[in-house]
């Protein structure tokens, strides 16, 4: 009775496991992976599970690339439109500076350049697919550039570049300064704002001095006001020699406290000159613009005199939208006419081609590594295809011959399982 149930007992075991092998072959060719747990084949499933792991994070830098070709792509876009921006503009310059337009037609062309500067400003402001602002840097969500009081335009954004890791080794970038793009073009020399470019055109043509040689000056306070006494001199001084190129005049003394009153003095001091010698001043939003009737060109400088014992007004003021100067140390000269917008014009057409060929080195960049990426996850698939897929021919082979072997243990386990002492005695 015992080797009979011990006979029994490891014939029910090896049944078993002959049944666990075919159960698992069956797995492999309905799933057709040779591993299907770890166990199958530990050192197999580790280097699946690593080769997986590798596919996704190269998964993940594609889908990087894609994000970032389509943020560049948009940005591409909106550098396109500014450039054809800025071409208006130079096309109404080029018009404007006609002496068959007058007055009336230079206002007119005047509003469109508004409308111009309207428009470069909603490109400057413009957003991804996703809502966030392209030239705002990592404030994505603040406007960038907003126009104040004065007209003038400033920068809320900051120098932030967004990038994403495109490869274990390199990043690519989905953006582009958005000050450096509108407010650095290097425009007559240094770094200027298109926007002022645009400003200056459209005050040239308001006060029809597109084709003479124009300086605008700005006159701000910068620390205390007028104590009392203070007059500010300007010295106009044509290319020619002689008097009669030249002006000079001296504004009203300040009154005790005065501070931004001495533009509006300096443009009254000019009205009540008798003689201005061919010199012309205008004076809109601040801004006191003097120029020669017969287009010529002269310089311009003013100095501060104060009573004696008191301080410097704190006075300084500006030449085309430039640096502030203090007024005690003199202000450079400086010249603005048509020639000068549209060379400045120019310059702000090539800024914006630099720029627009930066964001396409990016794309281009962008889609090198996608092509790598793309040939590095085919072979990840094959590596990973030949680790985990199953040969099914051979699977199927090996099933047929689980089960003739089952089917053959089976039946010789019945048939000895039948016989009993009796028949050995025989």
């Known amino acids: 009775m015992i080797s009979t149930k011990l006979f029994n007992d490891q014939a029910i075991d090896r049944f078993g496991k002959i049944t666990g092998e075919i159960q698992q072959t069956q797995a492999k060719i309905a799933t057709g992976k040779n591993v299907i747990r770890a166990s199958d084949d530990p050192v197999a499933a580790a280097n699946i599970s690593y080769a997986k792991d590798q596919k996704t994070i190269l998964d993940r830098y594609q889908v990087n690339i894609q994000r970032a070709d389509q943020r560049l792509t948009i940005m591409d876009v909106m550098l396109k439109d500014a450039t054809n921006i800025i071409i208006r503009a130079h096309e109404l310059t080029v018009q404007a500076s006609n002496d068959t337009y007058n007055a009336a037609d230079r206002k007119a062309i005047a509003a469109e350049i508004s409308q111009l500067k309207e428009a470069l400003l909603g490109v400057a402001n413009s957003k991804d697919e996703g809502g966030n602002y392209l030239f705002s840097g990592y404030k994505v969500h603040q406007t960038p550039f907003v126009e104040g009081a004065d007209k003038k335009i400033s920068y809320l954004g900051d120098r932030g570049v967004h990038a994403l890791q495109v490869s274990e080794s390199m990043k690519m970038n989905t953006g582009i300064d958005g000050a450096e793009v509108f407010l650095r073009a290097k425009a007559g020399g240094e770094a200027t704002s298109v926007f002022s470019v645009l400003e200056t055109l459209e005050k040239r043509l308001m006060t029809d001095t597109i084709n003479k040689s124009t300086i605008d000056v700005q006159f701000k306070v910068s620390g205390n006001a007028a104590e009392g006494g203070e007059?500010?001199?300007?010295?106009?001084?044509?290319?020619?020699?002689?008097?009669?190129?030249?002006?000079?005049?001296?504004?009203?003394?300040?009154?005790?406290?005065?501070?931004?009153?001495?533009?509006?003095s300096i443009k009254t001091a000019f009205d009540n000159l008798a003689d201005k010698h061919g010199y012309s001043a205008?004076?809109?939003?601040?801004?006191?613009?003097?120029?020669?009737?017969?287009?010529?060109?002269?310089?311009?400088?003013?100095?501060?005199?104060?009573?004696?014992?008191?301080?410097?007004?704190?006075?300084?003021?500006?030449l085309d939208d430039g640096k502030m100067t203090d007024l005690s140390s003199g202000v450079a000269t400086a010249h603005t006419n048509g020639s000068d917008v549209l060379a400045k014009m120019k310059d702000c057409l090539e800024h914006f081609?630099?720029?627009?060929?930066?964001?396409?080195?990016?794309?281009?960049?962008?889609?090198?590594?996608?092509?790598?990426?793309?040939?590095?996850?085919?072979?990840m698939d094959e590596r990973i295809s030949g680790m985990e897929d199953a040969d099914l021919s051979q699977l199927v082979t090996e099933l047929q011959s689980q089960l003739v072997n089952r089917d053959a243990a089976q039946q010789a386990f019945v048939k000895i399982g039948r016989q009993t002492l009796f028949d050995y005695l025989r």
């Open 353 to 379: 081609s630099v720029q627009r060929t930066s964001v396409g080195a990016q794309i281009n960049k962008g889609e090198v590594q996608a092509r790598i990426i793309e040939k590095r996850l085919i072979l």
């Open 282 to 318: 205008n004076l809109v939003d601040g801004v006191i613009s003097f120029s020669r009737d017969d287009g010529s060109r002269f310089t311009f400088e003013a100095t501060e005199t104060g009573t004696v014992g008191s301080t410097a007004i704190s006075l300084e003021a500006s």
């Open 231 to 264: 007059t500010i001199q300007v010295d106009l001084v044509g290319s020619l020699p002689g008097a009669e190129d030249e002006l000079s005049f001296t504004a009203a003394a300040l009154a005790s406290g005065d501070k931004g009153e001495i533009i509006t």
